[in-house]
Every structure is written in C-alpha cells, then in structure tokens.
C-alpha cells in the first residue's frame, strides 16, 4: 500500500467506522493497490454520515403526525374554454421563441425489466421505423422548434434539452448521441448531468459490497434532479441564459409531447411554481400515485396511502374525486427550483425501494439473493410539491399523451406491444382528422406511424393524406 493511498485509507475507515459501517474495509487487504486506488475514489462519494441520517429518518418509530388528504382542484381541458385554450397556446409559443424554456429529461434508468442493461431511451419498441425512445423524443423537440419558429416568425429557436443520467446510463447514454449526432439537434443544445448514486442498504442500514472494492449503489431516484442541477452548475447556467421554465419528463412514456406550447402556456398564465399534467384514473384500483393535498398542501400520495372509502368515492357527476393519476410531467419555474436547493433539499423524504441486491458474505463470496433483501434509497421528483405557493394541475388525455414502458415484452401491459398499440391509435386518428381513411376502415390490422419530424400532435398533415387511403402496417416519414 503506498503512503498516499495508506493515509486515505485511515482517514476514510476512521470516518466510516464512527458511522457504524466499518465492515465495507473488511476485504481491503486483499485488493491490489489499483484496486485499492479505486474503492477509495468510490467511497469518498458517500458520506457515511449522511446515510446515517437518512435511515434514522426513515425508521424513526415517532407517532407520525395526522394526515388529512383532501381532493385537488384540477383544471380539465374539457371544460377550458376555446378562448383560453388559443391564449395559452400563443403564450406557450412565445415562451419558446424568447428562449425561457428548457426540457429535461429524467433518464437515469436501465431497461432490466425490458430484459435490457442499456439505458431505456436507447430500447426499440418495435414500431415500423424501429426508432428508440431517444430518437423519437429528439425528433419532436426538432418539429416543435420548427414550428414555433414558423408560429412566431423568429429567426431561430433552440431549445435546451437537459437529460439527466445516472452513473448506470451516463457514459452509454453519451456515446449514444454521440454515434448517431445527436439525431439532427445541435450538439451544444443537449446538455448531459448525473444524478447521485447511493448505497445499497440492509434493512438494519448496513451498506453492501458489490465486490471486495465496490460498495453497491444506486441513483437517488428522480428527485435528485435539484441537487444535480446545483451540483453541475447547470441550474446557474439556466438562470444565466433567461429561462424561466423547466419542462420535466421520463423517458418511458413514448407520447410525451415535449415542452407542450399549450402546457408551457398555462403555466406562464398562471404564474406557478410548478405544474403538473395528471390523467383519470383508469379505474379505481389503479395502482398511481394521485394528485391531491395532504394537510393543506399538494401532494402526490401514493395507492397504498389511500384507504378504501376514498379509493371508491365519486362526485355528484358520478367521477372519482380522488382521480387524478400524477404522470411525471412537470413544469417547474427557475425561481421554484433555487428555492428548494436553498432552502429544503434536507427537507426531502427519501423512500425505500426494497430490492434483490447481489452482494459479497463475510468470506468475500458473491450472493445472488432469490428473495429482496436490501433497500435502494430513492428522492421522488413530487416531494418538493408540498413546498409551493402556486401549483396547479391541468388534466390532458392520456390517449394523447401518456403510454409508459415499465414491463417486460409479452407482460400485456406498460409493455413494448401497448406503447406501438397507443401510439398507432393515436397517429391513425392524426391520418382520420386531416382527411384520410384506410383500407379495411376500422377492421385494418397493422401498426401505424407518422414520424415526429412530420408533424408533433396531429398539424401539418392534410397536404399529405387528405382525399388518400393507406393499407396497414404504415411509416410515414
């Protein structure tokens, strides 16, 4: 062991051993010195006490205080009127062309339940163009700015697109844009940052071993998105260049309408802190985080927070009261973002993800656990909602904009099959509205889709399918 890496090494196990988690040296001995090298480099990322910290918070047995949920008033568009819907749609477009709007992408993920270890933006769902996910998102952000230049007669707009990684998708995700240039968009306008990672923990909060020079980690879950934009500097940056709005998403959801005009919009109408786009339930078991306030304050709480009466509670209307499903479309104001790093990113609840964690026993022998047995520890992008003055909610269709990719192929639901179903339903109807028809009317069988670089929800199209019939399966590109 060299001197350099000697006196890291006290200094490191003393601080880790004062935090009851000396157990992660127990193999150091036995790594060579690059190995060595390389554990300390990952464990000084940690802060020992930090994790400490975090699991006391998480199991204190303290009589929680009482929670009150009520139901949030939601704007729908169905009742908007056309008036408002044209205000906010003209408003959104200026927005862009002012250059006060940035996307960012939450796309920390890995496609394992795909069956897949590349980032999930990089899967093929299988639609007729066989595009991934990425390439499908940057095309739209392509269209958009076309047509906002065209909406507004700017000279140019160039939105930023944000994409937040994790230490899992970061270099992959990187060299991806790389290899395929960025897919038509400058290079200098998509802006790459990690989210933290963390250990995996025990449920007795003992950090694991990955290897005999690796302790198992993890990102910290979407919510990490403030640190990180602090953190890289990219949040200053922002300020730096005049945006006032940040359009957040997942990358699963292949409907996605990115940094929506309308939805950008609404938000500068209402002045907000932060926004979110929600979907009806489907029914009422529906397993969804849903939109409401809790003591007062928005909140999103999850399925199983929801007792049974209000689970099946409905309006004069016949509607669910407790209705609206959060679907991580999120509009956030520069201002609202500064506060929450400045003031409440200690505030922020962590919650446990309970995992299978493939680990290393006392005699350094890897274990492939057959039942969970650790804790991954994940922020929630909706925590800081608690934390606004102003929100709102705008219901949208989810048959317009929301199919996510959670599940394996074949699984029936949130799968590749329903994403290519969704979207083709969705871009027959685009084909049905702007004057075309098919073969077979609604008896045809076969995908349809129509490139994000033709049009970005539906415009633009009757020059090419009006008085037209197409047989299925069908690109239009």
């Known amino acids: 062991m060299s001197t350099n890496v000697g006196e890291k090494f006290q200094e490191l196990k003393k601080k880790w051993k004062e935090n009851q988690q000396e157990h992660v040296f127990q193999h150091f001995d036995k790594l060579s010195t690059k190995e060595q090298e390389n554990f300390l480099e990952q464990i000084q990322t940690f802060d020992p006490q930090e994790i400490k ?108 697109w944000y994409i937040m990684t994790s230490d ?74 005049g945006i006032k709005w940040i359009c957040t998403y997942c990358v699963d959801n292949i409907l996605v309408k990115i940094a929506d005009p309308y939805f950008v919009g609404f938000c500068a109408d209402k002045n907000i802190d932060c926004a979110s786009k929600v979907v009806s339930k489907a029914y009422p078991e529906e397993p ?6 809790r003591n007062g304050r928005p909140a999103v709480i999850e ?74 520890l994940e922020l929630f992008v909706f925590d800081v909602f608690p934390f606004a003055e102003r929100m709102a909610a705008l219901e949208v269709d989810r048959t317009e904009e929301f199919s996510p990719l959670k599940n394996a192929p074949g699984s029936g639901k949130d799968c590749p099959e329903t994403c290519c179903n969704d979207l083709s339903r969705l871009h027959k109807r685009w084909i049905k509205d702007s004057g075309g028809a098919f073969r077979h009317g609604d008896n045809s069988t076969g995908l349809c889709e129509i490139s994000p670089l033709l049009s970005y929800a539906g415009e633009g199209l009757e020059p090419l399918v009006k008085g ?6 069908l690109h239009l590109e």
Not at 288 to 293: A, D, E, R, S
């Open 288 to 293: 969804v985080g849903v939109l409401c306030t």
């Open 468 to 473: 037209k019939e197409f047989s299925l399966p």
């Open 53 to 160: 910290r975090i699991y006391t918070k998480l199991t204190d047995t303290a009589v929680a205080e009482k929670v009150i949920i009520s139901p949030m008033n939601v704007f729908s568009s169905r009742d908007v009127s056309e008036e408002d819907k044209k205000k906010w749609l003209k408003m959104g477009y200026e927005e862009l062309a002012k250059g006060t709007v940035a996307v960012l992408l939450l796309a920390g993920g890995q496609g394992t339940r795909l069956g897949s270890l590349n980032p999930k933006g990089m899967y093929n769902v299988g639609l007729p163009s066989q595009k991934p996910l990425y390439q499908i998102q940057a095309e739209r952000l392509l269209r958009l700015q076309q047509i906002a230049k065209e909406k507004t007669k700017a000279d140019k707009i160039v939105i930023p």
């Open 168 to 241: 899992a998708t970061d270099t992959e995700t990187i060299r991806y844009f790389e290899k395929y240039s960025y897919f038509g968009l400058e290079k200098s306008q998509v802006i790459f940052f990690n989210q933290e990672d963390l250990p995996c923990i025990t449920p007795e909060g003992k950090v694991f071993l990955e290897s005999k020079g690796k302790i198992s980690s993890g990102g910290n879950g979407n919510g990490g998105l403030y640190a990180a934009l602090a953190n890289s500097g990219h949040l200053a940056d922002m300020e730096k260049k």
């Open 303 to 376: 399925y199983s927070e929801i007792d049974e009466e209000r689970r099946y509670a409905k309006d004069e209307s016949g509607r669910l009261i407790y209705n609206w499903a959060h679907i991580v479309l999120n509009n956030f104001s520069v201002d609202f973002v500064k506060k929450i790093v400045k003031n409440h990113l200690n505030e922020l609840p962590f919650h446990i993800a309970k995992k299978k964690v493939t680990c290393i026993n006392d005699k350094g022998e890897t274990v492939v656990p057959d039942t969970i047995n650790g804790w991954k």
